[in-house]
């Protein structure tokens, strides 16, 4: 039997009573194998004899003591009874908070075993925090000391004693002597020096020594992997099965298409090696038997757009429909610009919706979309909407996939029969999310920016020293550049208790009349309408706009190649990703780029530029600004996201199993999981039936006691 399939009810493990059982539940624990799972979130040593004098700060002293005085400290209902006690080494004082009844068990002379955490107060060693059983007569036969205790993740009543002893005895009736199933293939448990599952799960609670512990975390973790990797390549495996039969596969592989050829030898500047590497990987892709399902993630500002539109090409001169989705309306506008720049004169009919098309045009589109005589539509998700149909949709490209949901990206997929998906981001994602979230994609990687640019230079700044900054940009508005500065907020009626907070709509007016009244100004925010927006970004790219003054709307996409500066006020109140977006709308063209991160603080500041924050800002709002600060690569930036917010924040992540998972910890342990993927998808592809008798394990597995059951990946 495998553990995942003791499904008896908790009540069944010696100890539980309706009381108990309670608990247990309000917990989520129902069943022998839900309580074996509830793992420790850390072990205490009680094998090792650390005596009074020495214990450390912040660590414990784990000791016998003989106890040698009583006193109390304090008076009428907060009198508390101090123990003093003693070992070989030292004395110390046990304060009793609230257990003023151990006045009758620790009497003068009685000896204990003590484990606690200790400090130095008032010339003593104290401890007010202590587990203590009583010495045995013969010295020994201790119960909870003398070995590695289990720490529990508390919720409700529970109490670490109750879980222990629960798990305990739930491990005696059914682990110990009965017949656990091994979870993995016996070549790999025996190549990798696993426990047994059997060993595993009572040393993981239990463990006999810390050595044996790591051996039972290191199996645990594999199992773990190990599964989640075998549900990510089946499915890539179903993808691929249930395609083999739709698609032809075309000849030509990876070389470069006619219409893809001819739109490169338009153009006024060289590939990078970069885009040269993801069009052959996407090409190679397109040409096989299987619809393509591919990430392409490249910093801001590193040509992903181009690399689509060749995609698209590939497609249409194949006779298939394109659709180029973005997750804003001003984005989309700006590709479709791009797209009837650079592939109209190639012959491509494309074609712009969103939902602010009017209702005679939209039908009009809508013809032409399911009649075939549009090849590229590009736009939002009014792509996917109801009632818009395509002839022959071959390939969905998702900018900015960050934004859209799952749930999105599969509407837009149901429109065609089988597309190939193009998936685009300049917020890479970290290579242990790329392996579980989005495990069965392929990933390109651009990272070469076109020649020329010069990498942006980042400032930290208090906001009590705005001037500075003010003056630095109209140097650079004096020579002839243009400047973006970013709020939080839109106006004062979001402000709601963050008194102080600046926001777009009152600096964009202070920005215009007091700072730069020489300059034109103008202001972009989500509530501007489309038709608005849609000029006041045509202004800014024309350059007759040369301050825009906006919030977050800005992040995403928008290619201005003069604007040189990027002041971003209140930064500490932007994410990681956010920042690095917006970082990445400068530094486009040639010349020298400037970013300022200015952060709020109170009255007494500190020296700036010197990362000396202090007040408001958080600790989390202080590492981002230090991460910005010192890394400009978004890969890098990537990974220390996941780190600083957890994986919990990332879109598409509670879909994903990576939070059903236990003991492992994909960024934490992410040389097991590339381990468990390699093994993983080796053995699908040698034996995708998974019918080899050392396979067989897996399938039974999977169908007795699915490790995830509610994943959908
Ligand atoms: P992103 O990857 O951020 O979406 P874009 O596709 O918007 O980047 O490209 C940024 C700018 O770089 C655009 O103005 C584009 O025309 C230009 N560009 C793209 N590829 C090259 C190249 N190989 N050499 C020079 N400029 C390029
Ligand atoms: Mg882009």
């Given at each position: 039997m495998f553990l995942g399939s003791i499904s008896r009810p908790i009540a069944s493990i010696r100890g539980v009573g309706s009381k108990a059982e309670a608990m247990l539940q309000k917990a989520g624990i129902t069943t022998v194998a839900g309580l074996l799972r509830r793992y420790p979130r850390d072990w205490e040593d009680r094998n090792q004899y650390v005596p009074l004098a020495r214990f450390s700060l912040n660590s414990r002293a784990c000791t016998t003591v003989t106890v040698i005085d009583q006193q109390w400290i304090g008076f009428g209902r907060m009198r508390t009874l101090k123990l003093i006690v003693r070992d070989e080494t030292a004395k110390a004082a046990l304060l009793c908070f609230k257990q003023n009844f151990l006045e009758k068990k620790f009497v003068p002379g009685s000896r204990w075993f003590i484990s606690g955490k200790f400090y130095h107060k008032n010339g003593e060693i104290q401890s007010s925090a202590f587990d203590y059983e009583a010495l045995g007569g013969d010295g020994g036969g201790s119960k909870s000391f003398g070995k590695i205790l289990p720490v529990y993740p508390l919720s409700?009543?529970?109490t670490q004693k109750m879980l222990r002893k629960l798990v305990e005895n739930a491990l005696e009736q059914f682990?110990?002597?009965?017949?656990?199933?091994?979870?993995?293939?016996g070549s790999i448990a025996a190549r990798e020096g696993f426990l047994s599952k059997r060993d595993a799960i009572r040393a993981i609670h239990f463990p006999l020594s810390m050595e044996e512990l790591e051996k039972a975390r290191r199996s645990l973790i594999y199992t773990e992997f190990f599964y989640l990797e075998i549900m990510i390549g089946k499915r890539a495996l179903e993808r691929k099965g249930a395609a083999a039969d739709v698609r032809p596969s075309s000849a030509a592989g990876g070389t470069l298409s006619a219409l893809q050829q001819r739109l490169i030898e338009r153009l006024s500047f060289e590939l990078t090696r970069g885009q040269r590497e993801a069009i052959t990987e996407i090409n190679a892709d397109m040409s096989g038997p299987y619809p393509m399902a591919r990430l392409l993630q490249g910093d801001?500002?590193?040509?992903?757009t181009l690399v689509a539109f060749l995609a698209c090409l590939k497609t249409i001169e194949e006779g298939g429909q394109a659709v180029l989705m973005a997750p804003t309306e001003l984005l989309a506008r700006q590709h479709a610009e791009n797209a009837a720049r650079l592939l109209e004169p190639l012959g491509v009919r494309p074609a712009f919706l969103t939902g602010n098309v009017s209702s005679q045009g939209r039908r009009e589109l809508l013809k032409r979309l399911a009649g075939g005589e549009v090849d590229l539509a590009v736009g939002t998700h009014a792509l996917f909407s109801a009632g818009v149909e395509y002839r022959a949709l071959n390939l969905v490209v998702v900018d900015?996939?960050?934004?859209?949901?799952v749930t999105q990206r599969s509407r837009i997929m149901a429109k065609g029969r089988m597309p190939d998906l193009l998936m685009m981001s300049a917020t890479p994602i970290p290579r242990s999310l790329a392996f579980?979230?989005?495990?069965d994609l392929e990933v390109s990687s651009?990272?070469?920016?076109?020649?020329g640019r010069k990498p942006v230079k980042t400032h930290l700044a208090s906001q009590s020293s705005e001037k500075r900054v003010y003056d630095f940009v109209r140097r650079e508005l004096a020579a002839g550049r243009q400047a973006y500065f970013v709020y939080?907020?839109?106006?004062?009626?979001?402000n709601t208790g963050d008194s102080g907070l600046k926001n777009a709509v009152s600096m964009a007016e202070r920005l215009a009349?007091?700072?730069?009244?020489?300059f034109s100004t103008a202001l972009l925010h989500s509530r501007v309408d489309e038709e608005e927006k849609r000029r006041i970004m045509e202004s800014f790219r024309r350059g007759e706009t040369r301050i825009l003054v906006a919030?977050?709307?800005?992040?995403?996409g928008v290619d201005v190649p003069n604007a040189s500066c990027m002041v971003i006020e209140?930064?500490?109140?932007?994410g990681l990703s956010a920042l690095h977006q917006l970082r990445g709308?400068?530094?486009?063209?040639?010349e020298q780029a400037y970013c300022f991160l200015m952060y709020s603080e109170q009255a007494?500041?500190?020296?700036?530029?010197?990362?000396n924050f202090r007040g408001s800002l958080t600790e989390e709002g202080k590492q981002r600004l230090r991460v910005m600060l010192e890394n400009s690569d978004g890969f890098v930036i990537a990974e220390e996201d996941l780190k600083l917010?957890?994986?919990?924040?990332?879109?598409?992540?509670?879909?994903?199993g990576y939070l059903k998972l236990?003991?492992?910890?994909p960024v934490r342990d992410i040389r097991e999981l590339i381990k468990a993927r390699e093994d993983a998808f080796a053995i699908l592809q040698q034996d995708p039936g998974l019918l080899l008798p050392d396979h067989r394990v897996i399938s039974r597995l999977m169908e007795e006691a699915p490790p995830f059951e509610e994943v959908n990946l």
């Open positions: 409700g009543d529970l682990v110990n002597g009965e017949t656990v199933e091994d979870e993995i293939p801001v500002g590193s040509g992903k900015e996939q960050h934004r859209f949901g579980t979230v989005f495990g651009i990272r070469d920016m076109p020649p939080p907020l839109i106006g004062d009626d979001e009349a007091e700072i730069f009244p020489e919030t977050s709307v800005v992040e995403v209140h930064a500490e109140r932007f709308r400068v530094g486009r063209g040639s007494k500041h500190g020296n700036e530029g010197q990362l917010r957890g994986p919990g924040q990332i879109a598409g992540i509670e879909q994903s236990g003991l492992a910890d």
